[in-house]
């Protein structure tokens, strides 16, 4: 009996497959029919799937739950990134192509010849 529990829990974290199935069964159904021996494998092979599929699940949700504490960001959220800075980029380069060059933004302190004096300066004289 201890035997079949070792199989059944193997059966729950490992692939079963139909041979390994059939062979638990028959351990565990000695002395039952063929067709309950079969019925009791498909059985098994199903719950071992669904117990693997759950266990893989968990698995994959603290994984996530771990990485969201630490404040890794998903696959999902960087890529949205990717998509604004390449929209952000497009709109910047759409913007260069229309603007005329500037000049710099400073003004001369340099008097022209023959340019008028500040006004400020002709009040404060």
Sequence with gaps: ???AMRKMMEATLGVMSPSKAQ???RSMMKGEGKDQVS???QDLI???TRN???LTGLVRDEVRAQ???????SRDEVEALRKRVRELEKAEASRAKRAPARTSGR???VKQPGAKADATAATTS
Excluded: H, Y
């Excluded at 990485?67 to 960001?73: E, I, P």
């Design 39 to 41: 019925k009791a494998a």
């Design 46 to 48: 199903e719950w071992s």
């Design 1 to 3: 009996m201890l035997e």
């Design 67 to 73: 990485l969201k504490q630490l404040g890794v960001a």
């Design 52 to 54: 693997r599929e759950r």
């Design 23 to 25: 062979a638990l069964a």
């Design 107 to 109: 003004r001369s302190t």
